[in-house]
């Protein structure tokens, strides 16, 4: 069972280039999420999707571009990076919350993105 | 607003011993959901445990307990017995379910070191 995978996990960029950062979940979640952690700090939301055709900003989108075409993948596509963005990535997912399970986010190991 | 609170940036405990990490948080939704993780410095985020608003009792996984105060809106875990692997980042997050979206904000995180 592979969860949430996130490729890759390593990558350098030059300011100005694009990437996307790829996600897939094989657990028919419907909620998918990525969040940026930057040294020392917590976890901050860039976008969300809540089920297939469907994404939202979360607290830090700028630079940042989604998609959610199928259920599996939810990627993140960086534009003209900056230095700001280089952090370590997550994508994260969960099978809606009932009173049967916590809703707990499951996440992918991370993906560390320095941009020089 | 700072919606999860975690004032302790960094936290020592001797081994064998029990420690309190401390989370407050703010909102206005009666349903909502209270998370810990555990982020050791291979990196990854392990879910520790749950504690649901409408939750009578404080829940419990193993060595881990969650000490929820509804009214003063704080969710503190605690460790018993603290074991060296106990080392890690710790991260309080709390899920609003506001129209169904399923948003989790995380904490700043508290950095544990237990010694031997």
């Known amino acids: 069972n592979a969860g949430v995978t996130q490729t890759p996990k390593f990558r350098i960029l030059k300011i100005g280039q694009s990437m996307t950062l790829q996600c897939t979940q094989d657990m028919n979640h419907n909620y998918m999420y990525w969040y940026r952690q930057d040294p020392g700090m917590g976890l901050k939301l860039i976008y969300y999707s809540v089920g297939a055709g469907i994404t939202d900003k979360g607290e830090v989108p700028n630079g940042y571009n989604v998609s959610r075409s199928t259920t599996e993948d939810f990627p993140l596509r960086l534009e003209l990076a900056a230095p700001s963005q280089t952090s370590v990535y997550f994508c994260?997912?969960?099978?809606?919350?009932?009173?049967?399970?916590?809703?707990?986010?499951?996440f992918g190991e991370g993906s560390r993105l320095t941009v020089l | 607003a700072q919606k999860i609170t975690q004032t302790q940036p960094g936290m020592f405990v001797q081994e064998k011993e029990a420690v309190t990490l401390d989370c407050t948080y703010d909102?206005?939704?009666?349903?909502?959901?209270l998370f810990w993780y555990k982020q050791p410095s291979s990196g990854e985020m392990i879910f520790l445990i749950y504690?649901?608003?409408?939750?009578?009792q404080n829940a419990t996984e193993g060595r881990y307990s969650l000490n929820f105060q509804k009214a003063r809106k704080s969710a503190n875990l605690v460790i018993s017995a603290s074991q060296l692997g106990d080392s890690a980042m710790y991260f309080c997050a709390m899920r609003e379910d506001p129209s169904g979206t399923y948003k989790y904000i995380f904490g700043t995180g508290t950095r544990l070191k237990v010694l031997a």
């Open positions: 504690q649901g608003s409408y939750d009578q």
């Open positions: 909102t206005s939704d009666p349903s909502y959901g």
């Open positions: 994260a997912s969960i099978q809606q919350a009932t009173h049967l399970n916590t809703g707990e986010l499951f």
